[in-house]
């Protein structure tokens, strides 16, 4: 027996070690962090598989929003009360923003871009947190865009005009593409909605000639098909990963945040185009995915923006994963 008891020699030499690494490695131990210097979180991303397709979620801050007028369908005390449910707090929202990088066959495409240097003061932080997974924007191969907000394409810009991602294919919703870049209907739109127009000639007009156009309904990239999700823009894509047994969906707008449109799958966030082809959406979307048990993505979830949807009374609850390695 005595010879397996480790001597105290050896115990003290294991807990000094383990108080060397503990000390070095933890940035959270320096005294500038203890006196509260800075307020800042570990870099914002998450990885995780499915089947051989490796994810990392990228978090790009927030924007508030004031919650007058956000749901246009809803009483302002509903939807205060649904806030106040989910304790977040009930006078403004704040939206984050969570796009995708998958790795697979050796490529790796991205699912939307960020804010870049276009958006909120509190958002923009997507591309030091790119670089912390460990990530280079030049070894992007493909950038597939769910649809045409300037919160998902702005990324790939920067404000005076350069293309972040210099090798990448770009890869576009067909019905998204004649929506925005119709000149017609530029003309036509409200005044309130020209800045989104002129928004995306300034992100894809250098590139027009080049852009990839995708029908929905087709695996546009290995394991990865595109769905048609209309409503909240008239091209609005979601896409169905499938990996060997594994299968997810990357629900992408189908609902802003899941403690409103999640539970109350009937309101329709200021954001969606045609509210009521949003809703028919969102309701088909979340009641498959929780029928299938599906893994879920979305945009605007809080991060790292992933779980499953389960139903629950008319409406259905998020139900976020368990943190763990991407294994
Ligand atoms: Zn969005």
């Given at each position: 027996?005595?010879?397996?008891?480790?001597?105290?020699?050896?115990?003290?030499?294991?807990?000094?070690?383990?108080?060397t690494a503990v000390t070095l490695d933890l940035?959270?131990?320096?005294?500038?962090?203890?006196?509260?210097?800075?307020?800042?979180?570990?870099?914002?991303?998450?990885?995780?598989?499915?089947?051989?397709?490796?994810?990392?979620?990228?978090?790009?801050?927030?924007?508030?929003?004031?919650?007058?007028?956000?749901?246009?369908?809803?009483?302002?005390?509903?939807?205060?009360?649904?806030?106040?449910?989910?304790?977040?707090?009930?006078?403004?929202?704040?939206?984050?923003?969570?796009?995708?990088?998958?790795?697979?066959?050796?490529?790796?495409?991205?699912?939307?871009?960020?804010?870049?240097?276009?958006?909120?003061?509190?958002?923009?932080?997507?591309?030091?947190?790119?670089?912390?997974?460990?990530?280079?924007?030049?070894?992007?191969?493909?950038?597939?865009?769910?649809?045409?907000?300037?919160?998902?394409?702005?990324?790939?810009?920067?404000?005076?005009?350069?293309?972040?991602?210099?090798?990448?294919?770009?890869?576009?919703?067909?019905?998204?593409?004649?929506?925005?870049?119709?000149?017609?209907?530029?003309?036509?739109?409200?005044?309130?909605?020209?800045?989104?127009?002129?928004?995306?000639?300034?992100?894809?007009?250098?590139?027009?000639?080049?852009?990839?156009?995708?029908?929905?309904?087709?695996?546009?990239?290995?394991?990865?098909?595109?769905?048609?999700?209309?409503?909240?823009?008239?091209?609005?894509?979601?896409?169905?990963?499938?990996?060997?047994?594994?299968?997810?969906?990357?629900?992408?707008?189908?609902?802003?945040?899941?403690?409103?449109?999640?539970?109350?799958?009937?309101?329709?966030?200021?954001?969606?185009?045609?509210?009521?082809?949003?809703?028919?959406?969102?309701?088909?979307?979340?009641?498959?995915?929780?029928?299938?048990?599906?893994?879920?993505?979305?945009?605007?979830?809080?991060?790292?923006?992933?779980?499953?949807?389960?139903?629950?009374?008319?409406?259905?609850?998020?139900?976020?994963?368990?943190?763990?390695?991407?294994?």
């Amino acid at each position: 027996m005595q010879n397996f008891e480790p001597s105290r020699r050896a115990v003290m030499a294991g807990a000094g070690a383990l108080a060397t690494a503990v000390t070095l490695d933890l940035p959270g131990f320096s005294p500038a962090y203890a006196q509260g210097a800075s307020v800042n979180q570990a870099p914002g991303f998450y990885r995780y598989k499915v089947g051989d397709i490796t994810l990392t979620a990228i978090n790009d801050g927030f924007a508030k929003r004031p919650l007058e007028g956000f749901v246009k369908n809803a009483e302002l005390a509903d939807v205060k009360k649904a806030m106040d449910g989910a304790f977040l707090p009930a006078d403004a929202l704040n939206i984050t923003f969570t796009t995708l990088a998958i790795q697979h066959g050796g490529k790796l495409t991205l699912i939307d871009t960020g804010n870049g240097d276009s958006g909120a003061p509190t958002s923009g932080s997507w591309m030091n947190n790119f670089k912390a997974a460990g990530f280079d924007p030049k070894d992007v191969s493909t950038v597939v865009f769910s649809h045409f907000h300037g919160d998902h394409i702005n990324g790939f810009r920067t404000k005076d005009g350069n293309a972040v991602f210099a090798n990448a294919e770009v890869m576009v919703p067909a019905p998204e593409w004649a929506f925005w870049m119709d000149d017609a209907k530029m003309g036509a739109a409200p005044e309130a909605m020209k800045g989104a127009f002129a928004g995306v000639r300034r992100v894809f007009a250098p590139i027009a000639k080049d852009v990839k156009q995708f029908e929905a309904g087709k695996e546009i990239l290995p394991g990865i098909t595109a769905i048609a999700a209309p409503g909240h823009t008239p091209g609005h894509t979601v896409f169905a990963l499938s990996s060997g047994n594994g299968k997810m969906m990357i629900m992408s707008d189908t609902t802003n945040h899941p403690a409103l449109f999640v539970r109350n799958p009937d309101w329709s966030a200021v954001f969606d185009m045609d509210g009521p082809q949003a809703v028919t959406t969102r309701r088909k979307l979340l009641d498959m995915v929780s029928a299938d048990k599906m893994q879920v993505a979305f945009y605007h979830a809080p991060f790292p923006a992933t779980g499953h949807i389960a139903k629950d009374g008319k409406g259905f609850e998020m139900v976020p994963v368990q943190w763990s390695p991407a294994i």
